[in-house]
């Protein structure tokens, strides 16, 4: 079975790499979509569109471009894999969560147990929580296979 799957939320590891790498190693036919994951690109999403004074001005006009990105990934995927890390609160990811669960669009949650509480409706709408990349590869092998 032909799956797209969009890779959502934290950026700062290789998670991301893992998954994609053992798909490909297990021959699954998976094709993957992300949002930018580099920083300044995404900071800078809106640049185009002409200078502002304000950060806050900036920071909207950058979101809202990124939005479209987003929200065509997420609409076209199949599954969603989201990522919440450690490091930084990734607001990003819990809205991309929202909007799978406004559209009926089956999403995993990638994160630690530490975190669970604070994820708790996040969670509750996921079709799955993984708290590792080998289980969301084992997920997606399951899934994607006759």
Not at 113 to 122: A, G, M, N, Q, R
Request: hydrophobic share 40%; glycine share 4%.
């Amino acid at each position: 079975m032909k799956l797209e799957v969009y890779l959502s939320g934290e950026i700062h590891t290789d998670w991301r790499d893992k998954i994609i790498q053992a798909c490909q190693e297990s021959d699954l036919d998976i094709s993957f979509t992300s949002a930018v994951t580099h920083h300044e690109t995404s900071d800078g999403a809106g640049d185009h569109l002409g200078a502002e004074e304000k950060q806050f001005w900036r920071d909207h006009k950058s979101a809202k471009v990124n939005a479209m990105k987003t929200k065509t990934l997420i609409e076209r995927c199949d599954i969603a894999v989201i990522r919440f890390g450690d490091k930084y609160k990734q607001w990003n990811a819990a809205f991309d969560a929202g909007y799978c669960a406004a559209l009926n669009k089956p999403y995993i949650t990638l994160h630690s147990e530490d975190i669970i509480h604070p994820l708790k409706e996040v969670d509750a709408s996921a079709q799955a929580w993984a708290s590792s990349v080998e289980q969301v590869i084992a997920t997606l092998k399951y899934i994607s296979t006759k």
